[in-house]
């Protein structure tokens, strides 16, 4: 018996494995779609469903679609309406893998899909096709676990207790609903354990009445994933994850309390009970979103219920990431983008707030400067470290430079924190000695700032848009900036030999121009991630650190 359970597991061991070698090559080509896809999300339900279809379609999984919307939920993404439809769509999209079993037959499929894997893999010279070539051989070697399943559990066949367990399954289809919860819950797979139930019906050993209620049990293990996932997320995103629970156990209610005419149907569909299991799963999952999508309204109170409570957001803590949306890594990458953007805007209020405390001599806007330049280190650090857990998944070529060029702008971001505290410190120091600026040199700090801020801005547009116009902007501040700097510099001097401002005044003047003037630097290589053909690294060895420059 314990040889049958470890060649069973090694079976099932080599199927999750085809599946995520599958789920891989498809992301790596499809990865800029699904951020598109999730960015045309509105408040409609039916475009989420859409959506929730597509990328589990994709990633091959309900489980990993269902917790990367319990991520985005907690990130603030994604709100409640949009989680239902996606939910809702991510059980239909999970059928395919089980209606690709049913199509092919898989013992004589796996040497052919081995084989083009390979050939595609090895000679193509394209991306795209290499993809193409990860995804047979991830399909191959998928049917490979099944086989070794089927064979694992070939001795079943011939024990009496099996053979009484399939009888009991038939008359008391709850006690299949809890196999199928009880199976699915340790695998944490559905598409595996429907994948088993399509092996024993290959093999004879398994009939449609038994199948069945495992079948629709599966589909409630399968949100134990998400369940889990939800631990130590915000109220909105435990919610998301009860709503998956709440929406497949109603469907199994219905689907049980109808399951003669259910069994009928699928039945003349095919004559085949692998073919016949694949076309359940898939009307069950498309007849529940049809008729559940209706109430998704009373869902939510329902879930509201029984979560209460609002949430609340620290602000040292990551808002837009959240390591359950790295099952899909595109849709982590364009999320930094955010977080950056986030931190990149506090950075830019920071900037403000020094150049105000010089001008104005305010020590509480000193003092809030300094409380959020601990936000941006702290920022810094964290999404560094998310950069680097983005960089070890399945990432196409173009999402991979990017996370590259994203390490940078975090660096470019703490350095404009760092500008702003440096404008601060001038700013106590003014306070301290009693130095006030004249009329004129005031006039010229709120002048250069003025454009420091507004390439602040357009640095900030061209990471989230990646809008070449706003880049052209940034490089037109900065030339402002630049001349202005010079301008005022020979402005002071004449002022120092006109008596008209004191050396102390003049020093730190001085000063608050070189650092405003190195932020709108700083803009230019922000600017320089989404720059077409403007994007170069170089190492500083001095430093250790790495720059952007343009080509």
């Known amino acids: 018996m314990y040889k049958m359970i470890i060649a069973l597991l090694a079976g099932l061991g080599v199927f999750l494995f085809g599946m995520r070698v599958m789920s891989d090559a498809l992301q790596k080509s499809a990865g800029g779609k699904m951020k598109r896809l999730l960015e ?71 040497p052919y899909t081995i084989i083009l894997g390979m050939a595609l893999l090895m000679l193509a010279k394209k991306k795209s096709i290499k993809h193409l070539g990860e995804f047979f051989l991830g399909f191959g070697i998928l049917f490979m676990g099944m086989e070794a399943m089927g064979a694992a559990m070939e001795p079943l066949r011939e024990m009496e207790s099996f053979q009484n367990l399939m009888v009991t399954l038939q008359h008391n289809p709850f006690l299949g609903v809890l196999v199928g ?56 995103a435990r919610r998301a994850a009860l709503i998956h629970l709440v929406f497949n156990s109603i469907g199994t209610l219905i689907f049980l309390i109808i399951l003669k005419p259910v069994m009928w149907a699928v039945m003349k569909t095919s004559g085949d009970v692998a073919n016949q299991i694949a076309n359940t799963h898939t009307l069950f999952n498309i007849a529940n979103m049809l008729i559940q999508i209706h109430f998704t309204s009373i869902l939510i109170k329902f879930v509201t219920k029984v979560v209460p409570g609002e949430d609340k957001h620290d602000k040292f803590e990551l808002k837009f990431l959240d390591k359950r949306i790295l099952e899909t890594p595109s849709v982590a990458a364009a999320q930094i983008v955010k977080e950056i953007i986030r931190m990149g805007e506090i950075a830019r209020a920071n900037v403000k707030r020094g150049v105000e405390a010089l001008l104005n001599k305010e020590e509480k806007t000193i ?76 006039d010229e700090l709120r ?89 170069k690294y170089q190492q500083n060895d001095s430093k250790h650190e790495v720059t952007v420059g343009l080509i």
């Open 181 to 236: 919860v009880a199976l699915t819950a340790i695998v944490q797979s559905s598409s595996a354990t429907i994948g088993i139930l399509q092996t024993l019906a290959f093999k004879g050993m398994i009939p449609l009445g038994a199948a069945l209620p495992i079948l629709f049990g599966d589909n409630i293990g399968t949100c134990v994933t998400a369940l889990l996932a939800s631990i130590g997320t915000n109220v909105t």
């Open 367 to 442: 003092e809030e400067l300094y409380e959020n330049e601990k936000v941006i280190n702290e920022l810094e650090k964290q999404i560094s470290e998310y950069l680097v857990m983005v960089s070890n998944t399945a990432l196409g070529e173009d999402e991979r430079y990017k996370i590259t060029a994203l390490f940078n702008t975090i660096h470019d971001v703490e350095r404009i924190g760092d500008h702003a505290e440096n404008l601060a410190e001038i700013a106590e120091y003014s306070i301290d000695n009693k130095i006030s600026f004249s009329n004129n040199a005031a």
């Open 40 to 110: 045309v999300l509105t408040s409609n339900k039916y475009m989420g469903v859409l959506v929730g279809t597509v990328i589990t379609g994709i990633i091959q999984s309900s489980s990993a679609t269902t917790v990367m919307v319990v991520g985005l939920v907690n990130a603030g993404m994604m709100n409640l309406s949009q989680a239902v439809g996606v939910i809702m769509g991510a059980n239909i999209g999970t059928t395919a893998t089980a209606q690709l079993i049913a199509l092919f037959k898989f013992k004589q499929m796996i």
């Open 447 to 535: 002048a250069i700032f003025d454009n420091v801020d507004r390439a602040l801005e357009n640095a900030f547009e061209a990471l989230r848009t990646e809008n070449g116009a706003f880049v052209n902007n940034v490089d037109m501040y900065e030339r402002k900036v630049d001349d202005l700097r010079e301008k005022f510099k020979e402005s002071h001097i004449a002022r120092l030999n006109k008596n008209e401002c004191n050396v102390s005044a003049g020093v730190i003047f001085l000063d608050a121009l070189t650092n405003l003037e190195r932020v709108s630097d700083h803009c230019v290589n922000i600017a320089d991630v989404v720059r077409p053909g403007g994007r």
